[in-house]
């Protein structure tokens, strides 16, 4: 059941704050009716002076604080999406003072973020103040918004208050005191989310990966002449890590989940690149012949051993200060572990010899290990290494499986679903032959980056 002071605050902050509660829009959350909650949220928005506003705000609110299972995952995120396409179709000016009045007074925190989402998809709102106000929020889950909306802003005025905003999220206190709301599963481990989406946002606008707000403070102390957020591209600094790197991207997250595509295509071999030849072909020829380094080098490049290579040495790199599991999946998914264990000497040496003895065989139901990865509500990344397809069918001569498609369709809806308010990040790595569009989209739209590994 929903909590019964979460509707009475909902209900009497709305008539203090000058709100009147809608019934039509109560009894239709009441009753689950996506349909008649989107015709009447359009509704209300086509009220004057903006009076729509907060009872689609109350009502956002309430679902998203319906315990786990009350609602279905996809619905509950069209709900909310429906809300802040309606909203963002008010005039800006009216728009803003009702947002802002949502982002400085709703006591609660699903509601603020969706002001933050309205004003994004408004072409007249100022999103990016309504973001700087933002970050003064005491909630995790709203700072990760403002965070990523700043980050993707790519305006050279939010970085400053970024710094500050990572800066205040280091200090203990400021975690412990840290507000709560909504969904148990939406508040484990969110105060490191907000961390990192500060962290997310400073790389995107200086291009430089750093690992606290001290650094970032000297860093753009010391840049601030030739900083330009809008010439900043992150694929051409992809390559600059801090020792812990999958591929060439930094791993920095802090409860992390390693996904990795064991299917029998991981057995394929990847071609040297030209300057890898040359360098054999420079040989001195003491030891062995120029064929016989050729066919070491083939070897070496076979997917499956490379990405063990690599996922051995972000494993190995970790900090203990780090919580991790990695899960490798084909036909079947294997966990190394079903929840996120932290990474000591001894955890890490026993992920390692996991990564040792993976075999490429199989099939790809990258859903299922994904569902695995996500059902840990601590984590905050995902680091998604594959090479194919999802499927579970298998590949048809060199045609896409025939059910990649809708899986990829799917995985991306409830992927959105259940984590557009945790604040996850996923990061995806595709070999050749790789699926790179989904990849790119599941990346781009759960705050992360797609990696080519080539």
Known sequence: MINSALIFLLLNSSVLLGAVPDKALDKAVKEKDVSAISARISELTEQPKGRGVRPIADAVALIEAAPEGSWYSVDRYKVFLIAARSLSRIPGPV???????????????????????SSLLSESSDTIQLALNALHDKTPQVIIAASNLLGKSKEILAIDPLVSCMKRWEDRKTRERAAKGGREELEKMARDRAWLACRDA?????????????????????????????????????????????????????????I????????????????????????????KSVEERIADLMESRRRILRARTELKRAVEGLGENKRFTVIAYSTEVQPWSVVLKDATKKNRSSAVSFIEKLQASGITVT?????????DPTLDTIYLVTDGAPTHMGSRGADMPPDAPEL?????????????????RIFTLGFVDAEEEFLKRLAAENNGRYVQIR
């Open 95 to 117: 728009l803003d003072k009702e947002l802002s009045k949502i982002i400085k007074k709703h006591p609660e925190w699903p509601a603020r973020t969706l002001a933050l989402h």
């Open 202 to 258: 400073l790389h995107r606008l200086t291009g430089t990966s750093l690992h606290n707000a001290d650094a970032y403070k000297s860093w753009v102390s010391t840049h601030r002449e030739e900083l330009d957020p809008k010439t900043v591209d992150l694929d051409k600094t992809r390559n600059q890590t801090t020792g812990t790197g999958l591929f060439g991207l930094d791993i920095t997250g802090r409860n992390i989940a390693f």
């Open 260 to 287: 990795i595509d064991v299917s029998g295509s991981m057995l394929a071999t990847d071609p040297p690149s030209d300057e890898q030849m040359e360098k054999i072909s420079r040989s001195t020829g003491v030891g």
């Open 367 to 375: 859903d299922e290990a994904l569902n695995i990865a996500l059902s």
């Open 408 to 424: 990829m369709r799917r995985i991306l809806a409830e992927t959105r679903a259940v984590n557009h308010l945790r604040g996850i």
